[in-house]
Structures are given as structure tokens and as C-alpha cells.
């Protein structure tokens, strides 16, 4: 198992650096009047798939918390409730 680990961190290195060499040109980004400064384009597209993969991950780690809250406010809903007064010993 750690073999096919080491071997597939292996070719996804290689995979990223031929990736990046094709890459490499310089490109200008504007978001209204804002200019950034050149950029290689493998670079603008790693910042992109890492901000994507972080909002997807902060979105999933929300909903998550949610549903755990929801199943949780059943449960309590669904225990027995014992009278008040009642303590469970005899």
C-alpha cells in the first residue's frame, strides 16, 4: 500500500511539473479596474483549484456541522422523558 502511495505522489509530481512547464507563459488578471501583476498561467491555475477546493471544503464542514445539530435535536426529541420528580431509583 505505501508503494502505490509513493508511486502515485510520484507520478503526480511529474504530472504537475510538465504541467507547469507547458504553462509557464506570464498572463495579466483584471477583476473590474484592477490589474494583478503577471503571473505564469500554471500559477493562476493552482491559486484557483486551491480556492475552490477551500470553499468547497468550508462549505461541506457547514453543512455537516448542520445536519450533526439536526440529528442530534432528534434524538433529544425522540428519548423518553421520564416525569418530573422521578429520578430512576428505587
Known sequence: ???TRLVFAALLVVVLLVFSVYNSQPVNLSIFD?????LPLFLVLLISFFLGFAAAAL?????????RRQI???QRETEPRQPEGASGKS
Open 72 to 74: 442530534a435535536k432528534m
Open 59 to 67: 462549505w461541506s464542514t457547514m453543512r455537516v456541522t448542520q445536519l
Open 34 to 38: 484592477h490589474q494583478s501583476p503577471q
Open 1 to 3: 500500500m505505501k508503494t
